[in-house]
């Protein structure tokens, strides 16, 4: 899916431009980035990348520690979503639990889905280091 959906050749030559101003530099995209050129795909073609457009309500949700879909790819996305909202939780990374995480998520996915604007766009979610088991 990663090398099919791909990015256009103008992205992956920014992609390359940029990566070594970043923390992780090209890390972030490992091994996508080195796989695709050997692994058999299709590319889906400057289509399936075209922004999209829709009146469809949806809520979208991002975490700020999120390194592969922050928010403000959230934002990108949600220009061509006219009816939506965007519920940002601050201290969130990609995976975090959204019904552990807060119960105010909830709240929020509760009244976006009863049609009404979300009382909220920002929660602060708890950061938790998992300690390793003792052996």
Do not use: K, Y
């Not at 070594?20 to 995209?29: A, K, M, P, R």
């Not at 009382?119 to 280091?129: H, K, L, Q």
């Amino acid at each position: 899916m990663d090398c099919a959906s791909g990015a256009s050749p103008e992205r992956l030559a920014r992609i390359g431009r940029e990566a070594d101003q970043t923390l992780l530099g090209g890390w972030i995209d490992f091994p996508f980035l080195q796989i695709c050129d050997s692994w058999p795909h299709r590319d889906l073609g400057p289509a399936f990348r075209a922004p999209v457009r829709t009146d469809v309500p949806t809520l979208f949700i991002s975490g700020t520690l999120d390194g592969r879909t922050p928010p403000t790819n959230a934002e990108e996305v949600r220009a061509g979503f006219t009816n939506s909202a965007h519920l940002v939780l601050v201290g969130a990374a990609h995976d975090n639990d959204l019904f552990l995480s807060s119960p105010r998520i909830r709240q929020v996915m509760i009244e976006f889905l009863s049609g009404h604007q979300p009382s909220t766009t920002r929660i602060d979610v708890p950061v938790v280091f998992d300690r390793p088991p003792n052996d």
